[in-house]
C-alpha cells in the first residue's frame, strides 16, 4: 500500500508506525486502531487477510474469488476458526482482515469477531456493504472494528450496480456506510481501477468528502478470477489515475479533511509519487524517498507482510495468489506454515530482489518497489520473477541509480 495522504499530504494516520517505520506524532488514535512500530519492514508479521466464506450475494464483475450466492462446502468450521484465530494472536499478527465472498453472510460471523478481539487482534472487515443494517453497524462499534471497508465501484449509481451485477446495490451499499459513519465507527471505501471505474474519480473524491468516509483504498486491477475478464488500465491511463488520485488526495488535505488515500497493488506508484515531487521541488521528496526505501514495497509484501487464508483453509502469499497453496491451517498452524521456507517459491517471496528478471530485475528503483505484484507476473507470463506488466514508469525513469542527478 502506499499511503498518498501520508507521503504527499503530510498528514499521519493510524497505520503510519507499521507502514513507514515511524510513530504517530500529530494524532492521538484509539487504541483499536493504532499500530505498532515495527522494527524493521523485514521484521513484520503478516497482515492476514482471511476469506471467510467464498458465498457472496452479489456477483461483482472483477471478484478473484469468482464468489456467488450459493453454499459451498469445505469451509472452515466455527472451531476451526477459533483455533486459527488463536493461532494469528500467538503469532503476534498485526491485523486480520476479515474478507469474502461476503463475510457478513457467515451466521457466526461476529461470534468469531468478538473472539480475535478477546485475543487483542486488529480486526477489520471488507465487505459490499449492502448487508448492514443499524444493528450490524452498532456491533462493528461495540466490537471494536479498527474500520470497515466498503467496496464501491463508482460514484455514478449505474456503473456500481452493473459492477455488483445487481441492480439496486449502490443505494443498499451507501446506506450501509451512512449508518456506520452515523455511529462514528470509522468506514473504508475500496475501489477497484478499471477503465471503467476511473472515468469518474473527482466524483468518488466528492462523495468521499460528503460522505464523511474516512478512508479509501483505490486498487489497482489484478488478473484473477472473473477479473482476468475485465480490460486493465493502460499504463498512460495508470499515469492519470495517479495523477488524479494525488491532486484530489492534496485538495482533502487543503480542505482540512484528514481522509487517508491509498493506492494499493502497484508499488511502481511509490516512485511514481517521489520523481514527480522531484518535478514538483516538493520540500519533502527526500524524506518520502526514506520512507518509500524503509518500506520495501512489494519486497516484504506478499510472502512477508502480507497473508492470505482462504475459506478451505489454504495458505497462500495473498488474495490473489490462490493459484498456489504452501499449506492447510487444518494440518499445521499458519504460523509454521509462514515461517517454512522449505518450498522455493516462499523462499523467494521472502528474498526476491536477486530473483527479478527483465525491467524489474534492473530498475534503480528495486529496492523501493520489490518487483510490485508477483501475483499479476506470474498470472500474466506464468514465471513469478517476471516483470509486472502493470509498471507504468518508462524506460528512462527506472535507469541509472538512485543517487542519479537525472530524476527529474
Not at 468469531?112 to 462499534?141: C, M, P, W
Not at 509498471?391 to 525513469?397: I, T
Request: aromatic share 8%.
Amino acid at each position: 500500500m502506499l499511503d498518498v495522504s501520508v507521503l504527499y499530504g503530510g498528514l499521519e494516520t493510524p497505520s503510519t508506525p507499521h507502514r513507514y517505520g515511524r510513530a504517530i506524532t500529530q494524532i492521538d488514535p484509539p487504541a483499536h486502531q493504532r499500530m505498532a512500530v515495527a522494527k524493521s519492514a523485514a521484521e513484520r508479521r503478516p497482515i492476514v487477510v482471511w476469506n471467510l466464506t467464498r458465498t457472496c450475494n452479489l456477483k461483482c464483475v472483477h471478484c478473484y474469488t469468482d464468489s456467488e450466492a450459493t453454499a459451498y462446502s469445505g469451509e472452515l468450521s466455527t472451531d476451526e476458526a477459533k483455533a486459527v484465530l488463536d493461532d494469528l494472536a500467538a503469532f503476534e499478527a498485526p491485523a486480520v482482515l476479515f474478507s469474502g465472498g461476503e463475510p457478513l453472510v457467515r451466521k457466526d460471523f461476529f461470534d468469531l469477531a468478538a473472539y480475535a478481539r478477546g485475543l487483542g487482534l486488529h480486526v477489520v472487515i471488507s465487505t459490499n456493504g449492502t448487508l448492514i443494517d443499524e444493528a450490524t453497524a452498532k456491533r462493528f462499534k461495540e466490537l471494536q472494528f479498527a474500520y470497515v471497508g466498503i467496496s464501491l465501484d463508482s460514484a455514478t449509481p449505474a456503473v456500481h450496480d452493473e459492477f455488483r451485477g445487481v441492480a439496486g446495490a449502490f443505494e443498499r451499499t451507501r446506506i450501509g456506510m451512512q449508518r456506520c459513519v452515523s455511529i462514528g465507527q470509522k468506514v473504508g471505501l475500496r475501489l477497484t481501477l478499471t477503465r471503467q471505474t476511473c472515468n469518474d474519480l473527482p466524483e468518488v473524491f466528492d462523495f468521499i468528502e460528503t460522505e464523511s468516509i474516512d478512508r479509501v483504498c483505490f486498487y489497482h486491477l489484478c488478473p484473477a478470477g472473473r477479473g482476468e475478464n475485465l480490460e486493465a488500465l493502460e499504463l498512460a491511463e495508470a499515469r492519470r489515475a495517479m495523477d488524479s488520485i494525488v491532486d484530489s488526495s492534496q485538495a482533502l488535505v487543503d480542505h482540512g479533511k484528514a481522509v487517508e488515500i491509498l493506492t494499493v497493488d502497484n508499488h511502481c506508484d511509490g516512485p511514481y509519487l517521489y520523481l514527480r515531487m522531484l518535478r514538483e521541488g516538493h520540500p519533502r521528496a527526500a524524506q518520502v524517498l526514506e520512507m518509500l526505501q524503509w518500506n520495501g514495497g512489494a519486497r516484504f509484501s506478499s510472502g512477508v507482510g502480507i497473508a492470505n487464508i482462504d475459506f478451505l483453509g489454504q495458505v497462500h502469499a495473498d488474495q490473489f495468489s490462490m493459484f498456489r497453496s504452501f499449506g492447510n491451517v487444518r494440518d499445521r498452524r499458519f504460523s509454521e506454515i509462514w515461517q517454512d521456507t522449505s518450498d522455493p517459491i516462499m523462499a523467494g517471496l521472502k528474498d526476491r530482489l536477486p530473483l527479478l528478471t527483465g525491467r524489474c530485475g534492473t530498475c534503480r528503483f528495486k529496492p523501493i518497489c520489490g518487483g510490485s505484484s508477483r501475483a499479476r507476473a506470474e498470472l500474466s507470463t506464468g514465471d513469478p520473477w517476471a516483470p509486472d506488466p502493470a509498471c507504468y514508469l518508462s524506460d528512462e525513469e527506472i535507469s541509472g541509480s538512485l543517487d542519479s542527478d537525472s530524476d527529474g
